[in-house]
Structures are given as C-alpha cells and as structure tokens.
C-alpha cells in the first residue's frame, strides 16, 4: 500500500494503481487500529471490475516492522505510522525546534518497531552551537548513524542520499517543520511534497503534510513522508535500550527492584550527584518507563473491551442478553 489519507488507500499491483476500501470481513474483525493497513503494508485484494471502481483490501500480510504511536487526545488506541520500514529516519533540527528529552522519546519507539533508526540533524544553517549540539546527540544514539544536512545548499544532502540505498524503505519522522518533505524535495529533485515556513518565534511548523504516503527516488530507495508529531505517546516502545547508560548505574544499586527515586543505596541518583550522568537523562527515563508502564496497562484494557464488545456488543446489550438468559432459566 502507497498512500494513506483519512482511511483512503491507494494500491500498486502489477496491474496498475487503484484507490481502495477495506473488506466487511476485516471490519468486523478488526479489535483496533492496527489490524488496518498503514503505508508501506503489503496486502492481498480483489482488483475492480474497471479501473473507476474501488479495490478491496481482503487481508494484511504479515508486516516485519511496524511504527506506532499513541493516538492524540485521551485515548490510548494505537495509531499506525508507517509499516515495513527498513530505516527510520528520525529528523529534529538545530533551531529552536532542538530538543534531546523528544529524541530520546523518539529513539524508543523506534527501538520497538523492529526497524533501524538513524538521527538526521537539519537546517544546519540555523545552528547556533553545532558541535556541541551534535556531540549531545551522539552521546544519547550511541552508536546509531547521526546525519547533518543544510537543505539551504545544493549538496546540503549529500551525505543522506549517500546513506540511502536501493531497495530499501525509509521512513522520514519528526515535528512539524523539521524539514521532512524539504529533504524529500532535494533528494528527488523535484518539488514533490507541498513545504511551509515555520514560526519564527518558537520554530514550529504547521501541518504541510496531511497524510502518508509512499515515493520512489531516482536512486531506487522508497521514502515514506509522514505528518509532523506535535506529540508522540507511547505505545510500544523499548525505553531500557535508549537508555543503555541508566542500566549500567543501576546495576550497582542496592536493590535489585530500584525505582532511582528515593532508595538508599541509589547508584543512579548517585552517579547524577557526581557528574557522571546527566540529571536530564535520568529525568527523561523515569517519565517514559512510567508513562510506558501506564500506556501499556490501558491499551490492554482497550482492546480487550473492543473484544468483547465484537462479539457480544455493547455493555448494555450484554446485560440485556443476560437479563433474557436469566429468565428462561426460570
């Protein structure tokens, strides 16, 4: 699947593109989010009569990867981002936009998509402390490739078209106004995704691209473009390895089970009060293990009321049912 836009698919078969809707089977099926298709899914379908009518998407195949987040508001369903994915490139630029505590948040999610992530610095030419910036950066991705580009410039890409490679699925993710769909531009050569500027006072963006969808480059690799993320909740997210310098104070707790909070005993707290991690880092690790933790709970509780409500509808039509049941066996 190429495109999505407000549960509109768009499909490419051997046999051409099409615009597609999904099956009644798979409706009533389906307990949540993502037992829909996203971009980058590899489904099977039942091909129109003519190329005016719709497709039906019959079936998702198994997905290798997948991105979610945390829908927006107060739910905790899942929301699809994009699926498939070999790379995930995780863009934040060197504005005001600079901000290490949404990176780490973005690391961990992507550590439980089951794709690669790689950093992608932008608007280098706004940079007002660049080494600094790009050693705070490396210290938290470790060893994760980290990109710097300039779109201001001609060859302010050439290092990122230098990484991406044929046949390989790219996923471009980050806040509104971090530069996606000008990188995409560049890297195509032409104007294929709309672009806007940013606000200067606080340097967000605004939400250019509405919807996801997939392009092929001149190189052979796939991109996927995806809307900015004014927040990302958790979903599925793997906190412990972005935070592999956490883990290894800890080790030296005295407890076994420490929350780094108030024990006796901390070496976390410990090594903080001694220079040798950053309070932040500490800061940022407590806040995603608790809302994970939450998230995680809730989400279960979620799908399993879907589930139920699939199969015996609502609380009060199951309550009518048992009310009937109960009055037969008198």
């Not at 790379?87 to 934040?92: E, G, V």
């Not at 310098?245 to 080790?251: E, G």
């Not at 509780?301 to 008198?330: C, H, L, P, W, Y």
Request: hydrophobic share 40%; charged share 20%; net charge positive.
């Amino acid at each position: 699947m190429t495109a999505l836009n407000h549960q509109q698919y768009t499909i490419v078969t051997d046999a051409g593109q099409f615009s597609a809707q999904v099956a009644g089977r798979m409706l009533n099926f389906a307990v949540g989010p993502e037992d829909f298709p996203t971009v980058g899914d590899w489904v099977q379908v039942r091909l129109p009569d003519t190329p005016l009518d719709l497709a039906t998407i019959e079936r998702l195949n198994v997905r290798n990867t997948v991105f979610l987040r945390k829908g927006a508001g107060r739910g905790h369903e899942a929301q699809l981002v994009a699926a498939n994915v070999d790379w995930l490139l995780l863009c934040m630029s060197l504005d005001g936009n600079f901000n290490l505590r949404r990176l780490e948040r973005y690391l961990a999610v992507a550590a439980a998509s089951g794709a690669q992530a790689a950093v992608v610095l932008t608007k280098a030419d706004l940079a007002q402390e660049l080494p600094a910036q790009e050693l705070a950066v490396q210290y938290i991705i470790g060893t994760a490739p980290l990109i710097v580009c300039d779109a201001s410039r001609q060859d302010g890409v050439a290092a990122l078209a230098e990484f991406m490679q044929s046949g390989l699925t790219y996923a471009f993710l980050g806040s509104s106004g971090v530069g996606k769909s000008t990188l995409i531009n560049q890297l195509s050569g032409e104007q294929t995704q709309s672009t806007q500027a940013v606000r200067t006072k606080d340097a967000h963006g605004r939400h250019t691209t509405t919807s996801r969808q997939l392009l092929r480059l001149g190189n052979g690799s796939l991109v996927i473009d995806t809307p900015g993320m004014r927040e990302l909740g958790l979903v599925e997210a793997d906190v412990d390895a972005t935070f592999s310098d956490v883990l290894a104070f800890a080790a030296g707790c005295r407890f076994s089970d420490c929350t780094h909070q108030q024990e006796p005993g901390c070496a976390v707290r410990q090594a903080v009060a001694n220079g040798h991690l950053d309070a932040g880092r500490l800061t940022g690790y407590l806040q995603l293990r608790a809302e994970q933790a939450e998230n995680v709970a809730l989400r279960g509780k979620t799908r399993e009321n879907a589930k139920i409500d699939r199969m015996f509808g609502s609380k009060k039509q199951m309550k009518a049912m048992m009310k009937v049941a109960r009055r037969k066996r008198r």
